[in-house]
């Protein structure tokens, strides 16, 4: 038979009795199903949104005929391949799906989140706000009206009170007012202004009377006053404050009515006297309709008291410059040509930034890598609220190769604690560093000595370091 081809030996097998006495069992194993998340619609809602959730699988060798939805936080939520479900819980979700085929098995669990939060209100919505007519003649009526969305209480200042959420009014101010509405609810108020011109009327006129200092716990802060000259109340406004020309802090005033004054204090920003040139404003945010709309500022220029002078009084502090391994005591006025290193005042000099000055001190360091020259100032002097260290420091004008690279730094040692220091690097590009540094109160009644030094970047051929000054003031 072995040249015989296949079908004819299976017949040749039955024929010679081969077939078996019983039934022919072909067995196979089942393959499990896949589950898939094909989207959870939004990702990320709010209590009580509602989030669709859709999935489907597959079976390479049946049919799927089961869906089991469940979440980490809810536990079991659906046997559908789609669902919607607004009872989400406040949380992160891990939401697993499986599914199961037509034999019984299930599949593995797929994942995927969805984020639910708070529901958070919105803030109210003021649709209108307005005033009809904007501008009238003394005596006649202009009338209010508005419209909010959104919101649980609706008020208007100027005397008004609480108001529904939409309607109107009819007023007849004796002046040019600013009303505003506010609008509340849970997350919180927004306000809107309306405003009515009226010609013709007496009319507020706000001044500042008085600038001045008053000293704190932690120093000095600014006050004034200010007063009504008009006549009729002038309503609520803002009072600004300016150093040198800069925005500094901004106060609010209350109602004022005719001839009356208030008194108001910043205290937002700590005075410095190295800003003494004071601008306080009145009405800063046009609030009030005046009769003079020219004459709300007052400017004034506190004087400042110079405590102590370092670079006046340099001759009695003891100098000394040092360096790996070198050490020298210095006397003050000493030749510029010293390699030790030098303290003198210098008369009539540039400075880098090409100004003249009068008188500074320079300190050189001694003329190694890295030298530095150290001023004490022995004086014991107690320090008080509201003083400060202020210092101009820079390197003296040089021909090429223009170069520089020192630290100046400002010392003092309360009570004999310690030094505690201030430092500014400083390299030769054409500019003069301003130093302001307030005392801390920790050290206010402390008797302390001080320190200036300058410290070498490296060689010092060209650290021709110099304060043009360093005061204590206050």
Partial sequence: MKGLPLPILVILMMAAGCVPSGPITITTSNQPPTAYIDSISPTEASVGETVAFDGHGTDPDGTVVAYRWRSSIDGALSASASFESSSLAEGEHTIYLKVQDNNGAWSGEVSSTVTVTEEVLALPVIDSFDATPGSIAAGESSTLSWDVS???????????????????????????TVYTLTATNESGSVTATAQVMVSGAARADLVVTDVSKYETADGHIVVYTIENQGTVDAGPSAARLYANGKYKDQDSVGS??????????????PYTP??????????????????????NEKQITFAVEVVYDFVASAPDAVWSSSSVGSAYALAFGGSTDDDRGFACHRSNINMEDGVRHAKVLQTHPLWEDDGEIIGEYLIGHEIRPGEHFYAEVGILECPEP?????????GFRPDGAGWQSLSVHDTYDGQIITVDMAFDRQYFGDVADFMLQVQANGTSEQDWAAWVEAKIIR
């Fill in 150 to 176: 959104s919101a649980t209480t609706v008020s208007i200042d100027r005397g008004i009170g609480s108001v529904a959420l939409s309607g109107t009014r009819t007023l007849s101010p004796g002046a040019t």
């Fill in 256 to 269: 004022l009515a005719p001839g009356a004054s208030a008194e108001g204090l910043f205290t937002g920003w």
């Fill in 274 to 295: 190295a800003t003494p040139d004071m601008k306080v404003v009145a009405d800063a945010e046009d609030a009030v309709d005046e009769t003079n709309e020219d004459n």
């Fill in 402 to 410: 223009q170069a520089g690279d020192v630290l100046f730094i400002f």
